[in-house]
């Protein structure tokens, strides 16, 4: 199995031709829909033997009621018969083929959208690690337009590909019932054929993957262009984004044209190939049919079984075509979903009781799979948390502050030393049981597209719109969701854009509050508000915190001054721990940031 350590910005892994694991693996999507699948193949098998017998009822209807007939009459009379059973052949395959597509479509959608579920439900589940060294529009990639592409070969390719065998192995049997020597004057153009379908599936597999990762690198370039616009235009780099993207998507329109180059040559050359064929049989037997040796009605049905003969040749090329495309997606989409979470449950983990909130460090070093192996992001930290208390992290940017809180909630886990909850080691314990009794308000207050209530509701789905009231009434919020004309009704924009930035982080403080956490965190919670909406939020967190442990993240020191105990970080270490008084009189780092934020 992959590891995330395999996951790199970059496509760094060998695109390989479709193995037969990768093979099965992708068909196994398709064994829920085993009855639909088979009945599809009877539809396929009955449509295709009512298209081989179209050409036999215009050789009897030529020789017998059209080149050899003793009265206009009894000829009339045969070939109105035989047009007639000719018609309802054709109504017969037309409602077998309709069966056909509708089974084909169920089977296959029902196994993309199977997929499709898969894929969501494993990203879900990522370490955030993952999505450190991966960029979004690549993640974007496999989740969209990877397994769309799949949808020719899951939908269709199946039916289509036992249509065409049938077609063939049933047209070669029936040429040669007809005569040997028109099939060995066929075979003339059987070599040339041979030779371009090879040289179609080295060159047009190489032309197609490389196309794939220039798309990939496409969608990854919109999706950083997108989450970026706001820095995009305040420093005025439309242009050089524009140009950048041009020469991007210059690339993909190279690899497009030479991979269209390859199929739009290989397909015509196909149908060169059917016409030259039909033009030696009509040659060949021509002369064969004015001696006698063949009768006009066989000629005629050769020349349109021979026509049969390359029709499914040019529907596997196409196939083959998509399987080029779709071997490269598969491997890519089997890749991500073979990629381990790094944090996932450990053999007997166990659900983690109702907790008080006793929270211990002992002795944790910690650090990214980005950083190198002897730079230490924490470095032995120790420290408690009594149930009820609130610790407060302080220190400059990359002083470790957020990485002690994504230990605490195990988004990472330490590589050496341990962290108990209530006596309980954190790796012994399931990650959801530990997520359930954990609340978190961080800076980028996000907000998902539904309603406000919707979005309050989200760490509890359980909650009842009275619990949600009562928590937006304890924490102030609830006069302001009121101001609004549809009240908790009111639809979210995406991430939150209709609301002021001071408005979205109550509503994250009122989302932590409706999910009852019993250890809460807060990371750089009000960094992102004015001092007005500071105070406000100030009586929000009197509520939050009450017989909570929490963890606050802040440069304002005015929101941990009130914590029972401050842990100073620098370069990944406690430097400093007290209360605020205590450490403003022991004059060190806090002191001196304590006198900058009242100066300020």
């Known amino acids: 199995m992959a590891t995330n350590d395999d996951i790199l910005l970059e496509e760094q892994f060998a695109q390989k031709r479709m193995s037969a694991s990768t093979f099965r693996r992708l068909m196994s999507y398709l064994r829920p829909y085993h009855r639909r699948f088979a009945l599809n193949l009877v539809f396929t098998v009955s449509a295709t033997l009512s298209q081989l017998l179209g050409p036999k009822f215009i050789q009897v209807g030529i020789d017998r009621y059209l080149t050899n007939f003793n009265s206009v009459e009894a000829a009339l009379a045969g070939i109105l018969v035989v047009s007639a059973i000719y018609l309802v052949n054709l109504l017969i395959n037309w409602v077998l083929s309709a069966a056909q597509v509708k089974t084909a479509i169920a089977i296959g959608q029902g196994a993309i959208n199977d997929l499709r579920q898969a894929v969501f439900e494993h990203i879900q589940r990522l370490s955030l690690n993952y999505f450190d060294k991966t960029h979004q529009g690549r993640i974007i990639n496999r989740a969209d337009t990877d397994i769309e592409s799949l949808d020719r070969i899951m939908t269709w390719g ?51 993957r490389r196309l794939r990762e220039q798309s990939s690198r496409i969608t990854s370039a919109i999706a950083e262009s997108i989450a970026g616009v706001r820095v995009v235009q305040a420093f005025a780099r439309e242009e050089i984004n524009l140009a950048n993207f041009q020469k991007v998507q210059d690339v993909y329109f190279d690899r497009f044209l030479v991979s269209a180059r390859i199929f739009h040559t290989y397909m015509p050359f196909i149908g060169l190939m059917s016409g030259v064929g039909t033009a030696i049989i009509l040659g060949y037997g021509g002369s064969l049919a004015l001696r006698g040796q063949i009768t006009v009605g066989e000629l005629a049905a050769f020349i349109l079984y021979l026509g049969m003969f390359f029709g499914p040749i040019q529907t596997m090329g196409d196939l083959y075509n998509s399987v080029l495309s779709t071997g490269a997606s598969a491997e890519r989409i089997f890749q991500l979903l073979d990629t381990d979470p790094r944090v996932k449950d450990r053999p007997g983990a166990r659900p983690l009781a109702p907790i008080q909130g006793h929270v211990r460090f002992e002795n944790v070093w910690s650090r990214y799979d980005t950083t190198p192996e002897d730079q230490w992001v924490l470095k032995e930290i120790s420290f408690e948390a009594k149930p009820g208390e609130t610790v407060a992290l302080v220190g400059a940017t990359g002083s470790g502050k957020t990485s002690i809180i994504s230990l605490i909630t195990r988004f990472y886990e330490p590589q050496r030393g341990r962290i108990l909850i209530d006596g309980m080691d954190l790796v012994s314990a399931t990650i959801d049981s530990l997520h359930e009794q954990i609340g978190i308000v961080t800076q980028e207050n996000f907000l998902f597209t539904g309603t406000i209530m919707e ?44 609301f002021s930035a001071g408005e979205r982080q109550l509503l994250t403080f009122t989302r932590a509050m409706v999910a009852q956490p019993r250890i809460l965190i807060l990371d750089e919670a009000t960094s992102a508000v004015d001092a007005q909406t500071e105070k406000t939020i100030q009586h929000a967190l009197e509520a939050l915190f009450a017989r909570r442990t929490c963890f606050v993240v802040a440069h304002r020191l005015s929101t941990v001054r009130n914590a029972h105990q401050i842990l100073v970080l620098s370069h990944g270490e406690i430097i400093e721990r007290g209360t605020h008084d205590e450490l403003v009189a022991a004059g060190g780092h806090y002191a001196r940031l304590h006198a900058e934020f009242v100066r300020e």
């Open 158 to 208: 199946g039916s289509q590909l036992l249509s065409s065998a049938l077609t063939l192995v049933g047209v070669v049997a029936l040429m040669l019932q007809y005569d040997w020597r028109l099939c060995l004057a066929t075979s003339v153009v059987l070599p040339p054929l041979w030779i371009a379908t090879r040289l179609f599936h080295v060159y047009g597999m190489r032309a197609y």
């Open 455 to 498: 979005n309050l509701k989200f760490g509890r789905p359980a909650a009842t719109d009275e619990e949600v009231v009562e928590a937006a009434t304890r924490l102030g919020t609830h006069d302001i969701i009121m101001r609004f004309q549809d009240g908790y009704a009111t639809k979210v924009g995406e991430r939150g854009g209709n």
